[in-house]
């Protein structure tokens, strides 16, 4: 990681490729998924948000380097799982 903007908008990018394959499933599906592809946008918002909150509040007392490495390792499994959610729809 070079620093925290660099970080900021490769979690903005990946939650934005995220939210679009999102888009694209829901104008495809029928409409019984709705609702879930929904839930499945709100969730990629907050799931960005959040993380960019992380990335610029650090938790003290943590060395820096190990939070960021939790902090895009948590990311990652937060992504695959909102793919797998969009890939079964």
Do not use: W
């Not at 490495?69 to 990652?76: G, R, S, T």
């Amino acid at each position: 990681m070079a620093n925290k903007r660099d970080l900021k908008k490769s979690l903005s990018y990946a939650s934005s490729e995220l939210f679009a394959e999102c888009v694209a499933s829901y104008l495809t599906a029928d409409k019984a998924n709705h609702d879930t592809l929904d839930a499945t946008l709100k969730c990629i918002l907050k799931t960005h948000s959040d993380f960019v909150r992380r990335v610029s509040h650090p938790e003290p007392g943590m060395e820096p380097k190990k939070y960021y490495k939790i902090l895009v390792e948590d990311f990652n499994k937060q992504a695959c799982e909102l793919i797998d959610q969009i890939e079964a729809l």
